[in-house]
């Protein structure tokens, strides 16, 4: 098991132990190592368990628990360790972390080993009778994240695991850090649409069947749909066409088929299954096949107690009152939401998936402050 050269690293010294673990997802192994190690002394029990097979997996996840007093409450830290591939560019090796001026670069800066190594940090200042803590760390969640976060729950579940909250650590903030909490995302569906024709000579159309034609006339009456306009918290829905594909070489061919693919982001009007149904229903008037992917659903933590307490860690640290937004991607918390009250909070964003990725070392010393007042908080300690 890779161990911190210092045991006692601050936030910056975990930060970059993490970073300096090769993760691409789907990830394993070494950052599993590290992250490990660092949990194990603060007295977490540590399992690692992997799930699924090719090719969306197997994936290798970890459930570290440190038990409270019976009857005490349960708090959730969430992330992953797995980080998109680096690419080419970068002013020094992405997995070799740098401190340069007030900023440490390196992949998974940002997005997130900063976040997971000031949770690490955070506990280290919660006396073991507050409550029960609990990490829940996926190594796909870049990825398919078909048998991450949602193989951890399930083995959280049978272990008759119930977190009351849940923190996700990802880098939600724009400006500065604490300007951003999310309480919620949109849901997400991609569907596949396959055009079947008959192929023939571009002179003779009477005895040939153009799949564009029947593809695009498709297309444009899905990019007049006015799926909704928005809610209280969330933007409206939208439909957007990500790829159209024929693959014809000749000019004087009509093709055999066509394809395209369409992604929908949908608020909480609307559910996976409905807005994939309502594109099959058109699709068969055109006689084009549909094959939806629901990648997740819709949801909303609605302002409250828990945001309250996020909002008033973030205060005390950074004199922000944070903006509770639903904006962005999918994440995680679109599963975790089904086990517990799930808010998203962490680092500055403006890097994250990009080269040079960095995070400011004074962010990473607030994040850990303000992760531990909220779970000192949210444990009623």
């Known amino acids: 098991m890779a161990q911190l050269a210092d045991p006692h690293a601050d936030v910056v010294g975990l ?24 949990l194990e002394p603060l007295g977490f029990r540590v399992t690692r368990f992997t799930a699924g097979e090719a090719p969306d997996g197997p994936v290798e996840n970890l459930l570290a628990v440190r038990e409270g007093p019976a009857g005490s409450r349960h708090f959730a830290f969430a992330g992953h360790v797995d ?14 972390p740098e401190r340069r001026g007030d900023l440490l670069y390196g992949r998974g800066a940002v997005d997130m ?4 190594a000031a949770m690490v940090a955070a506990v280290r200042g919660i006396p073991a009778g507050a409550g029960t803590i609990s990490f829940v760390i996926t190594g796909d969640e870049e990825g398919p994240a078909r048998f991450g976060t949602v193989a951890l729950i399930e083995r959280m579940r049978q272990r008759g695991m119930a977190p009351d909250l849940c923190l996700v650590g990802e880098p939600t903030s724009v400006h500065r850090l604490g300007d951003t909490v999310k309480i919620g995302r949109r849901g997400s569906v991609n569907i596949w649409l396959e055009a079947e024709g008959r192929e023939g000579h571009v002179a003779y159309p009477h005895l040939a069947d153009n799949p564009i034609t029947r593809l695009v006339a498709l297309l444009a009456e899905l990019k007049a749909l006015k799926l909704d306009k928005g809610t209280k918290w969330f933007q409206p829905s939208n439909l957007e ?29 609307h559910s996976g299954a409905g807005l994939a149904e309502r594109v099959e229903a058109l699709a068969v008037k055109h006689g084009v096949v549909a094959r939806p992917v629901i990648s997740g659903e819709a949801f909303l933590t609605r302002p409250g107690a828990f945001s309250g307490l996020v909002a ?17 991607g999918t994440s995680d918390a679109r599963f975790l939401k089904d086990l517990c009250p799930v808010i998203e909070f ?29 779970a000192t908080a949210a444990l009623g300690a």
């Open 113 to 116: 080993k900063g976040a997971i």
């Open 346 to 374: 962490g680092l500055c964003n403006a890097t994250m998936h990009k080269r040079d990725e960095a995070v400011a070392l004074d962010d990473l010393a607030k994040l850990e402050r303000i992760y531990r007042r909220i």
């Open 83 to 96: 980080v998109v591939p680096p690419g080419e560019g970068w002013a020094s090796a992405p997995f070799a």
């Open 241 to 269: 066409i990500t790829d159209i594909t024929v693959g014809n070489p000749a000019t004087n061919v009509i093709p055999a088929r066509a394809s395209a693919r369409l992604s929908i982001r949908f608020n909480d009007r």
């Open 312 to 328: 008033e860690a973030i205060a005390a640290e950074t004199g922000l009152t944070p903006e509770l937004s639903t904006s962005g």
């Open 15 to 38: 930060a970059e132990a993490l970073i300096a673990c090769p993760s691409v997802t789907p990830a394993a192994g070494l950052v599993f190592d590290c992250l490990e190690g660092q």
